[in-house]
């Protein structure tokens, strides 16, 4: 089971910082992803880690902005978002599953979203 937080209202240029807590194990050999959804639109992958070696991977869109990263001990993962934009404006999940992908479809496990709105 994934839990996402730390959603809320943030300025522009401001700092945000998403945590997602797991509950119950985690296969070495899995990512975690970040997707997010904004109203009107398709669900976008963000970023991705994957547990075993800390590899990552980023959307263009993000890439330089945000920073994803993991805490073994802690089970959980965590998405900094820095110079947010208010095109970042949308609701942020985050996701389980075996294969390092940018695809929603190859998340097996899924928490529910923290919205994040990015003011101008």
């Known amino acids: 089971q994934l839990q996402a937080s730390g959603g809320g209202v943030v300025q522009a240029g401001a700092s945000l910082r998403l945590t997602c807590a797991h509950s119950?194990?985690?296969?070495?050999?899995?990512?975690t992803g970040w997707f997010r959804q904004a109203p009107g639109k398709e669900r976008e992958f963000v970023a991705c880690?994957?547990?075993?070696?800390?590899?990552?991977y980023y959307a263009d869109s993000v890439k330089g902005r945000f920073t994803i990263s993991k805490n073994n001990a802690k089970k959980m993962v965590v998405l900094q978002m820095n110079s947010p934009n208010p095109e970042d404006t949308a609701v942020y999940f985050c996701?389980?599953?075996?294969?390092?992908?940018?695809?929603?479809?190859?998340?097996?496990?899924w928490g529910q979203g923290t919205l994040v709105t990015v003011s101008s």
């Open positions: 996701a389980a599953g075996p294969t390092f992908s940018s695809i929603a479809r190859d998340y097996q496990y």
């Open positions: 119950g194990p985690i296969f070495t050999n899995y990512i």
């Open positions: 880690i994957r547990w075993s070696s800390g590899s990552t």
